[in-house]
Nanobody, 123 residues
Framework: QVQLVESGGGLVQAGGSLRLSCAAS????????TGWYRQAPGKQRELVAV???????NYVDSVKGRFTISRDNANNTVYLQMNSLKSEDTAVYYC?????????????????WGPGTQVTVSS
C-alpha cells in the first residue's frame, strides 16, 4: 500500500514558477513509475509528466521545455518544476504511483493517487 500527498500548489502570475512535490509513504519500494496529472475545470484529466524507477521521463507536448519532473529517492519524493507558467496550466494537479507487487497469485500492478493540489495561474 502506498500513500501519496501533493504539496506546493498555489496562486502564481503568468510567467512565474512553481514546484510541486509528491511525497510517498508505505510500500515505496513497489513504485515503478510516478506521474503528474492535471485536470482543469470542464476538461479531462491528462498526463503531464512521468518518471520511471529507472529515471526515464516523458512529458505532454504542451509542457515540454517548461516543466521538469525529478525524483529524490532518499525522501521518496517526486517533484514537478513548473516554469514559464501560463493561464492554461491552471488545474488541479494529481500525483499517481504505478506499483508492482509480488502477490501470492503472481505479480500484480496497482495505481495509487494523491488527493491533488490546486495550481492557479493568473494573467
Amino acid at each position: 500500500q502506498v500513500q501519496l500527498v501533493e504539496s506546493g500548489g498555489g496562486l502564481v502570475q503568468a510567467g512565474g514558477s512553481l514546484r510541486l512535490s509528491c511525497a510517498a509513504s508505505g510500500s515505496t519500494f513497489s513504485i515503478k513509475a510516478t506521474g503528474w496529472y492535471r485536470q482543469a475545470p470542464g476538461k479531462q484529466r491528462e498526463l503531464v509528466a512521468v518518471i520511471s524507477s529507472g529515471g526515464s521521463t516523458n512529458y505532454v507536448d504542451s509542457v515540454k521545455g517548461r516543466f521538469t519532473i525529478s525524483r529524490d529517492n532518499a525522501n521518496n519524493t517526486v517533484y514537478l518544476q513548473m516554469n514559464s507558467l501560463k493561464s492554461e496550466d491552471t488545474a488541479v494537479y494529481y500525483c499517481r504511483a504505478n506499483c508492482l507487487f509480488d502477490g501470492s497469485w503472481g505479480p500484480y500492478a496497482y495505481d495509487y493517487w494523491g488527493p491533488g493540489t490546486q495550481v492557479t495561474v493568473s494573467s
